[in-house]
């Protein structure tokens, strides 16, 4: 089986069995967004505790595998961390994730679909304003 096999496997899993799925009953962030190229669909909430960290994150959507996946990765990873170290991931840490899969424009909208999520409830708590990698307004 080659590298690309097992990550294909991996988004596959992530897909079927998505971790942090759900809704939280309590959240300090709530942030959603859609990628209308394909339909995809995000909502991220957060429980922010103590030194401003993730407490407690989910994610609900629909979409492809690669969208989904993507969303459930980056809960797991985020969970814990400072909300300062979400500034901090990039599109090639996304891509890591997946195991840096070939994939084209559209698609690559679908894998960072989640991180716009993270990112703009995120840059929204703290007062910011979040605009996507390419220079455009996440919120158009």
């Known amino acids: 089986m080659s590298?690309?096999?097992?990550?294909?496997?991996l988004i596959l899993d992530y897909y079927r069995n998505p971790r942090n799925f759900g809704k939280l009953d309590k959240f300090d962030i709530d942030s959603r967004d859609t990628n209308p190229l394909c339909g995809d669909?995000?909502?991220?909430?957060i429980r922010v505790g103590?030194?401003?960290k993730i407490e407690e994150i989910k994610f609900v959507g629909k979409g492809c595998a690669i969208s989904q996946a993507s969303a459930s990765m980056l809960t797991e990873l985020a969970k814990g961390k400072p909300l300062e170290w979400v500034k901090e991931v990039s599109k090639e840490d996304v891509f890591k994730l997946l195991g840096n899969p070939d994939l084209g424009p559209?698609?690559?909208?679908?894998?960072l679909l989640g991180m716009k999520v993270l990112k703009t409830g995120v840059y929204g708590y703290l007062g910011a304003h979040y605009e996507d990698q390419d220079g455009s307004d996440p919120m158009v």
């Open 3 to 9: 590298s690309a096999d097992i990550y294909r496997e």
């Open 41 to 45: 669909e995000i909502e991220m909430q």
């Open 50 to 52: 103590d030194g401003k």
């Open 106 to 111: 559209s698609r690559v909208k679908c894998a």
